[in-house]
């Protein structure tokens, strides 16, 4: 079975950079899509950036130019870098994959566990 886990996040000053990654392990053929979430207290969850295999990425526009999502297939795992990072962007994110197990076609789509980020002088 695949699983996802991810690392990266804690506290950055406002201006400051992170990374987030998140590794999958198991059977995987390819990787049909990674996208990148992110809660604040008290709000919805929202989609900040995507990865399909087919079409690319996108981002959300209050993230745009500020982050980025990439892959390093070799290791199985994807990232995504935040830079110039505002009080805003304070929130839970998540990693959500889909992901390619079978030649047959089969998917297996998960969550990490979540990482939290926070932006504070």
């Known amino acids: 079975q695949v699983q996802l886990a991810q690392s990266g996040g804690g506290l950055v000053p406002p201006g400051g950079s992170l990374r987030l990654s998140c590794a999958a392990s198991?059977?995987?053929?390819?990787?049909?899509?990674m996208d990148w979430y992110r809660q604040a207290p008290g709000m919805q969850r929202e989609l900040v950036a995507g990865?399909?295999?087919?079409?690319?990425?996108n981002y959300a526009d209050s993230v745009k130019g500020r982050f980025t999502i990439s892959g390093d297939s070799a290791k199985n795992t994807w990232y995504l870098q935040m830079n110039s990072q505002k009080t805003e962007d304070k929130a839970v994110y998540s990693c959500?994959?889909?992901?390619?197990?079978?030649?047959?076609?089969?998917?297996?789509?998960?969550w990490g566990q979540g990482s939290q980020v926070t932006i504070s002088s």
């Open positions: 990865f399909t295999r087919d079409v690319g990425t």
């Open positions: 198991g059977r995987i053929l390819n990787i049909n899509s």
């Open positions: 959500d994959g889909e992901f390619l197990i079978d030649s047959d076609g089969a998917t297996w789509n998960g």
